[in-house]
Nanobody
């Protein structure tokens, strides 16, 4: 049974930092395409960052240079380091996985939105 459990959300002022974590279980973590997504109130969900099995990463333009996605295969954990946070980063953040797609060109070359499994999310609130 695949499980993704996020943590690390919270409330910070603009300019601050947060690090989100996502612990995964139930599949071969190192072979999965992994990503972070977010959904703000009244808006559609959007992909924020993705990482492939070879470590290649992709980001939505609005977070480039501020957010860093990484993973620790030994701990089955995905991270999202968020710096220079802005009020528009306020959203529920979700971890997602597509097992077996970690080496797929679609995962390595772009943000893959078609994920199979999702966590329940962690809330990030940025005040101005």
């Amino acid at each position: 049974q695949v499980q993704l459990v996020e943590s690390g959300g919270g409330s910070v002022q603009a300019g601050g930092s947060l690090r989100l974590s996502c612990v995964a279980s139930g599949y071969t973590y190192s072979r999965a395409c992994m990503g972070w997504f977010r959904q703000a109130p009244g808006k559609e969900r959007e992909g924020v960052a993705g990482i492939a099995s070879d470590g290649s990463t992709n980001y939505v333009e609005s977070v480039k240079g501020r957010f860093t996605i990484s993973k620790d295969n030994a701990k089955n954990t995905l991270y999202l380091q968020m710096n220079s946070l802005k009020p528009e980063d306020t959203a529920m953040y979700y971890c997602a996985a597509r097992p077996g797609w970690g080496w797929n060109a679609l995962c390595r070359g772009a943000l893959l939105n078609d994920m199979n499994y999702w966590g329940k999310g962690t809330l990030v609130t940025i005040s101005s």
